[in-house]
């Protein structure tokens, strides 16, 4: 990278990735309805091969309290059964022959309070990726004016664009995570 405006959006698109997976990892948390992105990405073994649950079965939600997932293999019922109970998602899956229906309960407030302080963590972790990029960038651009190849003017200039850029993308994380939470508390 040759000048500041090439680091910052290096660091945009950093950024960017750290807040996307973020929701990814939101949409995994458990809140009382059904979502399919609750098990979609959960890994089945499909011929000694660990499998998204996603690239083997359909998934849906044909009442608002209930998953039903559909193999397109119907011998692999079992494993995916497994699997979901491996995960810990604090449901039960039920395997009529032919799919699994999985019928989610009400939260409690106590698991309610957990899956906040889960999702306190994975917000915290996107705020530390976010600030490593940060110091990334800026070591980047201290060393582009060391090398002399931009002005001091410009180096501060992009140290500042850096900052602001960080403070934008925490207060996003900020805003993600405060609807999480009201998601997850709301009855």
Do not use: H
């Not at 995994?28 to 399919?36: D, E, Q």
């Amino acid at each position: 990278m040759n000048t500041a405006q090439e680091v910052i959006s290096d660091a945009t698109t950093r950024m960017d990735g750290a807040l996307a997976a973020l929701k990814e990892r939101f949409s995994g948390l458990r809140t009382g309805k059904a979502s399919p992105s609750l098990v979609d990405s959960l890994q089945v073994p499909y011929y000694g091969v660990p499998t998204r649950l996603r690239d083997m079965a359909n998934i849906s939600t044909p009442e608002p309290r209930q998953i039903t997932i559909a193999p397109f293999d119907p011998s692999v019922l079992s494993d995916i059964e497994k699997a979901i109970l491996a995960a810990n998602l604090g449901v039960t899956p039920r395997n009529d022959g032919r799919l699994i229906r999985i019928s989610m309960p009400e939260l409690t407030e106590e698991r309610r309070k957990e899956i906040v302080k889960v999702a306190k963590t994975q917000a915290e972790e996107c705020r530390v990726a976010i600030r490593n990029v940060r110091r990334d960038a800026n070591d980047a651009i201290k060393a582009l004016q060391k090398d002399g190849k931009i002005p001091e003017d410009d180096a501060k200039k992009g140290l500042d664009d850096v900052q602001k850029l960080t403070d934008a993308k925490i207060a996003k994380v900020d805003a993600d995570f405060k609807a999480k939470e009201a998601e997850v508390m709301a009855v």
